[in-house]
């Protein structure tokens, strides 16, 4: 096995293991930011181990290197990422908004977290419609040759 892979199921396991430690700690937490910011924080190790097992994966081959899927069914996911990608850029405009109107500097911080978690999720569904969109127009410009010269690659 490589290296990779061993260190990412180490770090998988470092995840696994802070939620296990955090988890009885917001039980007894009577404070709303300070258990909703400990939540945070276990679900954002939630999300680091699945990640982790996701480049598991992918590093031991168990990941295709292309999305196979149907036309339609590409066409319908990357039409959700636009949509989610508009609906993103609205969460971006609310918040800075309220970050502005925010006078309590803890509010002030924890809208700025939200707001780099939203910048963050726009960047990478962005990156992925780019993806997704350079297949399909690789596809158009083959089937643009196709019928305009009738042209099959080999």
Known sequence: MSKIVDALKEQKALELG?????KPEVEKIGHPLVSALLKTIIHDSQK????????????????PLTLDTDMATAVSLHQSIKQHMRVEEDMISRVEDLAVKAEDPRVKDILGYILSDE???????????NLIDRDTTAFDEYLELFLKYEIVPE
């Open 18 to 22: 802070h939620i296990e430690k955090l």
């Open 119 to 129: 910048r963050r999720h726009h960047s990478m569904l962005q990156r992925l419609s």
């Open 48 to 63: 680091h181990a699945t990640l982790c097992q996701a480049l598991i994966d992918v590093e031991g081959g168990a990941a």
